[in-house]
């Protein structure tokens, strides 16, 4: 199994996931400018969308989407502390939360890491996202995680996210709840040795 992945990217979540799992892989590292992988292959060939995360399984096939990767991972490896059994409300829950860090947060992040995009379009961005991040800080007021008390998949994704803050420079001061689920989730021994492999902490 082999995960491609580009450091700090969102496929830290299922990087973090693997690890969660004790899942044995391989860590490919792919220059998304060059779109070539780090055994040296047409990036192209792998993902036809030209992005991580990109996860290719011992019988070639790939599943790309961060979301169902993790999904597919957490399934595999039985690990029901991570994702919900199929078919119970828990479960739909967890989606719940994994489209909302999809296309609230993660495509909320997307037009301040365009180059092109004018600044007043960064700007009502910004304002859009806080708002969405606020309903986090709110909802985490009285929940250590996005399902309530354990770490999941939600909360894997949504840390992969939420970290794109600070190099972006959006200030997350008011929202301190946030900063302290980050905090935790930071500690997490496979956080660490997901972003100690892609060179994101020493």
């Known amino acids: 199994m082999r995960l491609h992945y580009s ?4 496929s830290l ?10 899942t044995p892989f391989e860590l490919v590292k792919t220059d998304l400018k060059a779109k070539r992988t780090g055994d040296g292959r047409d990036f192209w ?3 036809p969308a030209g992005y991580v995360p ?6 070639g096939t790939v599943l790309t989407e961060g979301p169902a990767i993790v999904q597919y991972l957490a399934d595999r490896a039985d690990a029901t502390h991570l994702a919900p059994r199929n078919g119970s409300i828990e479960r739909y829950k967890l989606q719940s939360w994994l489209n909302f860090v999809s296309t609230e947060l993660h495509k909320g992040f997307s037009p301040l890491f ?3 995009m004018p600044e007043e379009g960064k700007a009502v961005a910004r304002e859009v996202l806080l708002s969405r991040i606020g309903l986090v800080d709110r909802h985490l007021a009285s929940n250590a995680y ?4 354990s770490f999941t998949l939600a909360d894997a994704y949504a840390f992969t996210v939420l970290r794109w803050a600070k190099p972006l420079k959006l200030d997350l001061s008011g929202f301190e709840n946030v900063a302290a689920y980050v905090a935790r989730i930071t500690e997490r021994p496979a956080v660490k040795a997901a972003m100690k492999a892609e060179g994101l902490i020493k």
């Open 7 to 10: 450091p700090g990217a969102c």
């Open 13 to 22: 979540s299922p990087h973090i996931v693997l690890r969660e799992t004790g």
């Open 45 to 47: 060939q792998v993902s």
């Open 54 to 59: 990109a996860l290719e399984l011992d019988d």
């Open 114 to 116: 365009n180059a092109s």
């Open 146 to 149: 996005l399902m309530g008390k």
